[in-house]
């Protein structure tokens, strides 16, 4: 995986106090770049699904796209979608 330095992110205090509470809810530490990830897994997930109901990607997509998510947000897209044999 390459690792990409030179893009930041600003995050506003309401955005960080969000990522605190966030944080207080899950029983293992997390870092807020660990944090941003998972939300950032979560958005992709969302958008493969609605992507793929909305016939915008194709099955080979879909599959590129569920190999780029963690399993158990792939087979939360599968299920969604009706796809558990796939």
């Known amino acids: ?3 990409q330095v030179d893009d930041y ?3 506003t205090e309401e ?6 509470v966030i944080s207080s809810a899950i ?3 997390k870092t807020k770049k660990e ?3 998972g939300g950032i897994d979560i958005m992709f997930a969302n958008a493969t699904h609605n992507l793929y109901e909305d016939g915008e990607i194709t099955n080979e997509g879909l599959d590129d796209c569920l190999d780029l998510m963690p399993e158990f ?3 939360k897209v599968k ?3 009706d796809l558990d044999d796939k």
């Open 27 to 29: 029983i293992e530490d």
């Open 1 to 3: 995986m390459k690792v």
């Open 15 to 20: 955005y960080l106090f969000k990522l605190d």
């Open 35 to 37: 944090l941003v990830e």
């Open 73 to 75: 947000l792939a087979d």
């Open 9 to 11: 992110v600003r995050l």
């Open 79 to 81: 299920s969604e979608l």
